[in-house]
């Protein structure tokens, strides 16, 4: 079992819609976790960390279960602009603080 | 403020051939990382470093080498470049002391014939 997974998609939504996507972790000690987005062709950018609590930033809202070890993302109202990849990392794996990536959930906004 | 930089942008090489991929930053972070990220792949940490003059091994260690001879430039090589090394290469910096973002350079498409 890989230690971050993701479901890679694409997942295809017309705008204004709904989505959520899920990742899970196989590591029950790890600390921190963060969602990037990766545009084509471009380099990973910090979307949002993700917090015991849960946080939300503006129409996305990150939620972490420990229990059941996910990590999910939701975006309401979706825009045309959200049409890219989005990178689940997870930190603190294996008594090490280095981020483990997962592969990328895919999401296509289209008119 | 550039954050982070990668030359080159795009590189062909031919199997045996050796180059080295520059990373820089100019915001003072103590860790950096080299990434490869191939189609269905995700990213793979390459080597990475906590420091001035410190590397370590990452997940895909095997046929690169690094070095970290100043805090802002971490240098990727290839000595003998093989087909399976053709990817995109992203450099990232951290500030380190779990401030926990990485900023990551526009990366360097490499392909090896």
């Known amino acids: 079992r890989k230690e971050v997974e993701q479901d890679p998609g694409p997942f295809n939504v017309p705008e204004g819609a709904t989505v959520a996507f899920n990742c899970t972790y196989s590591n029950s000690a790890s600390q921190s976790f963060f969602w990037y987005r990766q545009d084509c062709r471009k380099e990973p950018k910090l979307l949002m960390s993700?917090?015991?609590s849960g946080n939300e930033d503006g129409r996305f809202t990150a939620q972490l279960n420990r229990a059941s070890q996910y990590i999910s993302l939701l975006i309401r109202d979706s825009k045309l602009s959200d049409s890219a990849t989005y990178l689940c990392?997870?930190?603190?794996?294996?008594?090490?603080?280095?981020?483990?990536f997962g592969r990328g959930t895919s999401l296509i906004v289209h008119p | 403020n550039a954050g982070v930089t990668q030359t080159p942008k795009f590189r062909v090489l031919k199997t045996g051939q050796s180059m080295t991929l520059l990373c820089a930053q100019d915001m003072n972070h103590e860790y950096m990382y080299w990434y490869r990220q191939d189609p269905g792949m995700g990213l793979r940490l390459i080597h990475y470093?906590?420091?001035?003059?410190?590397?370590a091994k990452g997940e895909v260690p095997d046929g690169y080498n690094v070095s970290r001879l100043k805090k802002q430039n971490f240098l990727l090589g290839l000595e003998s470049a093989a087909p399976s090394q053709t990817s995109v290469y992203f450099c990232?910096?951290?500030?380190?002391?779990?401030?926990?973002?990485?900023?990551f350079g526009p990366g360097t498409r490499l392909l090896v014939l």
């Open positions: 990392v997870v930190r603190g794996s294996g008594g090490s603080y280095i981020p483990t």
């Open positions: 993700v917090y015991s």
């Open positions: 470093s906590v420091g001035e003059g410190t590397t």
């Open positions: 990232a910096a951290e500030a380190g002391n779990k401030r926990e973002t990485q900023y």
